[in-house]
């Protein structure tokens, strides 16, 4: 005996809920990716810069921030002064996958020019390349009016 229905089929919007909630997940995924990602250093404004850098997978983050006398300096989320970031960039050499990494130089924009420029000193003697970080220029018009109107 076969079986039948007998109520008739109306296919709709009911069909089409599983494809909602895909949408809906992959546009969560976009939206909070973002915020997963690991972050490297702390948080600093860097100042802009219209050229864009590859992503590196062996890179050692120092962050130039803003201090009261002295700018504070970080070697990835730890705090160092001028002489330890050269023993600690000594350090790094020594292990050979590290030996070969990118220091990124991310300089806040209210740090003094002088002490990049020991800081970079110091990273280039330790004998590593380096690359400094910047954010991309704002694509909005009326950012481009705010700053010229300074």
Known sequence: MKLET???????????????????????????????????????????SQFQMQRYRESIVVTLGPGDSL???????????LDELSAELAEFKSDEIMSRAIVLLKTDVGSSVGMERKVSDVI???????????????????????????
């Open 71 to 81: 700018p504070r300096l970080y070697l990835g989320r730890k705090s160092v002064s």
């Open 6 to 48: 007998t109520l008739e089929e109306r296919p709709g919007f009911l069909h089409a809920l599983p494809l909602f909630d895909l949408f809906a997940l992959v546009a969560m995924l976009l939206l909070l990716g973002p915020m997963f990602l690991r972050q490297a250093g702390v948080m600093v404004e860097v100042p802009t």
């Open 124 to 150: 280039l003697k330790s004998g590593f390349r380096l690359a400094y970080v910047g954010r991309p220029e704002s694509k909005r018009p009326d950012a481009k009016m705010e700053e010229g109107s300074e």
